[in-house]
T-cell receptor
Framework: DAEITQSPRHKITETGRQVTLACHQT?????MFWYRQDLGHGLRLIHY???????NKGEVSDGYSVSRSNTEDLPLTLESAASSQTSVYFC?????????????FGSGTQLSVL | AQKITQTQPGMFVQEKEAVTLDCTYD???????LFWYKQPSSGEMIFLIY??????QNATEGRYSLNFQKARKSANLVISASQLGDSAMYFC?????????????FGSGTQLTVLP
């Protein structure tokens, strides 16, 4: 069965370190997204990609970057981790950009920045 | 910019009773989609139901129905005959059809607890 996997599931790091969260999907979807979930804010969009070599900033992109070198993967990099980036991170994908297109989510990565 | 508002941070319901989770939205797009996701304590995001802005009938999926009132810009989720397994966080979300509104925007969520 097709799926979307995130790794690691849990990560503890120190402020100032570079951290990369992995996202891999086997749906062959062109569209991939990164969200962060914080209490009281729901899920907020960090970055997204509509295809290989395409990346776009979302609502809360400061301090994050992504790259898309193939269809399956969209790694999220925190260039210099800050305590404010402690959060749960979700990767998602969708087949198209239609208004009816639902997102398929990974299981999430709990990141703690100490 | 589009916005989703969920005004109920927490809700309680007795097992086997129905419950309504509120969701209002704001958008300038004429074509848009509304979604509800469930997040149990295990953390995964589970798609529940979808309603299109041009759909004349309210969407239903088993015990879930979406009470869509376009003029009031509301898209409430109704869960009938609540079960203990319905205890979870519920998110309302929408996707518009133009510019940045094409990305899925989420509300802040409602934590539902089903009491035995």
């Amino acid at each position: 069965d097709a799926e979307i996997t995130q790794s690691p599931r849990h990560k503890i790091t120190e402020t100032g370190r570079q951290v990369t969260l992995a996202c891999h999907q086997t749906w062959n979807h062109n569209n991939m997204f990164w969200y962060r979930q914080d209490l009281g804010h729901g899920l907020r969009l960090i970055h997204y990609s509509y295809g290989v070599q395409d990346t776009n900033k979302g609502e809360v992109s400061d301090g994050y970057s992504v790259s898309r070198s193939n269809t399956e993967d969209l790694p999220l990099t925190l260039e210099s981790a800050a305590s404010s980036q402690t959060s749960v991170y979700f990767c998602a994908s969708s087949e198209s950009q239609g208004v009816n297109e639902k997102l398929f989510f990974g299981s999430g990565t709990q990141l703690s920045v100490l | 910019a589009q916005k989703i508002t969920q005004t109920q941070p927490g809700m309680f319901v007795q097992e086997k009773e129905a419950v309504t989770l509120d969701c209002t939205y704001d958008t300038s797009d004429q074509s848009y989609g509304l979604f509800w996701y469930k997040q149990p304590s295990s953390g995964e995001m589970i798609f529940l139901i979808y309603q299109g802005s041009y759909d004349e009938q309210n969407a239903t999926e088993g015990r879930y129905s979406l009470n869509f009132q376009k003029a009031r810009k509301s898209a409430n989720l109704v869960i009938s005959a609540s079960q203990l397994g319905d205890s979870a966080m519920y998110f309302c979300a929408m996707r518009g059809s133009s510019g940045s509104a094409r990305q899925l925007t989420f509300g802040s969520g409602t934590q539902l607890t089903v009491l035995p």
